[in-house]
């Protein structure tokens, strides 16, 4: 849940209260780190966007479902508002939901020719420079074929959930998650070639870098990374586990677009 929400904090009660009403154990947790235990059968999850990310990256290797309930503000992810928990709480007791599986994207620095770290995330995989640093440069290949040198502040490889994150505030489109692609978009490039790039969601990124100093780092889903070297390699490509979502509702993904971006209809 989100810590530093009250609201979350008497809501987390109110459901642990209601699951033990129909039989149901239910533990509070509120780290953003730590594996969730191992009989966990699903995860509740009080908070924004980011909140729900954070357990994702937790839930996913062991295939554990997400219930999102929205105490945040945009609420792409989440599949419900609080004044729907108790029926949404009636309906995972009973089995009546679905199962949405969302891509996610693995990132390896690859150093000297040997992996220095591996990072996984369900929105994105953002390389960039620090705030007050010089442009840096970045030669991006597409499965090893030569695609591009970008010298701008960064390059962001989202999958089909993350382009209603950073990608999207970068000029990248709009993506149904159920397509299998990859986005690839430069972050304020210097180039008048500077258009999001769609590959198949099989296919794999590679990102050379070279700065000239030493604020450039690499960062999953806007809340874990590592620094970054000149000449490192980056090598993005589809995860091997997703993230499983708790669909409850008839709403597709035009109409949540609609509902969090505050388009009304003509």
Not at 129 to 141: N, W
Not at 179 to 202: A, E, K, N, Q, Y
Not at 209 to 237: N, Y
Not at 251 to 257: S, T
Request: overall charge negative; glycine content about 8%; charged content about 20%.
């Amino acid at each position: 849940m989100k810590r530093t929400e009250p609201q979350a904090i008497d809501t987390a009660l109110e459901i642990q209260a209601r699951l033990a009403q129909y039989g149901v154990e239910a533990c509070i947790d509120d780290s953003w780190d730590n594996p969730l235990p191992d009989d966990t059968e699903f995860a509740i999850v009080l908070g924004g966007d980011g909140t729900l990310l954070s357990v994702a990256r937790r839930a996913a290797p062991r295939n554990v479902p997400i219930l999102g309930v929205n105490m945040g503000n945009l609420g792409f992810l989440t599949e419900i508002e609080p004044g729907g928990i108790d029926g949404a709480l009636r309906a995972l007791v009973c089995g009546d939901f679905e199962i949405d599986e969302r891509t996610m994207v693995e990132a390896s620095v690859i150093r000297d020719s040997s992996v220095v770290t591996t990072l996984v995330g369900l929105n994105d995989v953002v390389v960039a420079k620090g705030a007050f640093a010089r442009l840096i440069s970045l030669d991006v290949f597409v499965n090893d074929e030569y695609y591009a040198k970008f010298a701008a502040d960064g390059a962001i490889v989202a999958s089909p959930t993350g382009s209603t994150a950073y990608s999207l505030s970068a000029g990248g489109p709009l993506v149904n998650p159920n397509i299998d692609v990859l986005l690839v978009t430069p972050i304020c490039p210097h180039t008048l070639f500077s258009r999001s790039l769609v590959i198949s969601g099989s296919d794999t990124v590679r990102i050379v870098l070279e700065a000239s100093h030493e604020q450039v780092g690499i960062t999953v889903d806007g809340q874990v990374g590592v620094g970054l070297q000149s000449h490192d390699e980056i090598v993005v490509r589809r995860a091997p586990h997703v993230t499983r979502f708790v669909r409850l509702s008839t709403k597709n993904f035009y109409g949540v677009l609609r509902e969090r971006l505050k388009q009304d209809r003509l």
